[in-house]
Nanobody, 126 residues
Framework: VQLQASGGGLEQAGGSLRLSCAAF????????MGWFRQAPGKEREFVAT????????RYADSVKGRFTISRDNANNIVYLQMNSLKPEDTAVYYC????????????????????WGRGTQVTVSS
């Protein structure tokens, strides 16, 4: 499975961006998907995850209420809608996926994911 993230850019604080992650190869609907981010000088951190069916999701406390993860299994895409952006959201954002038997499983830890896309840079100015 190959993952390709896009949609990053430069945005002012309070603005919005939508990241997309397209999956190629494999069966996207069998994969738990997640978004992670890494700011300069910091470790990669969990942002959001969504189950195979899309019915279960979880967010990092730092983005809860501002970010929304969703997926389109028909077109093999997972999205991250980011609203009310803050300068501390500045980071390289990565999408990740892993195959799961369960329709409801979600993962918040990077080591649970087998497939990673190249990151997309998000920069939020104050």
């Amino acid at each position: 499975v190959q993952l390709q993230a896009s949609g990053g850019g430069l945005e002012q604080a309070g603005g919005s961006l939508r990241l997309s992650c397209a999956a190629f190869g494999g069966t996207f609907s069998n994969a738990v998907m997640g978004w992670f981010r890494q700011a300069p000088g910091k470790e990669r951190e969990f942002v959001a995850t969504i189950s195979r069916s899309g019915g279960n999701s979880r967010y990092a406390d730092s983005v809860k209420g501002r970010f929304t993860i969703s997926r389109d299994n028909a077109n093999n895409i997972v999205y991250l809608q980011m609203n009310s952006l803050k300068p501390e959201d500045t980071a390289v954002y990565y999408c990740a996926g892993t195959i799961s038997i369960s329709m409801a499983t979600i993962f918040t830890t990077a080591r649970n994911y087998d497939y990673w896309g190249r990151g997309t840079q998000v920069t939020v100015s104050s």
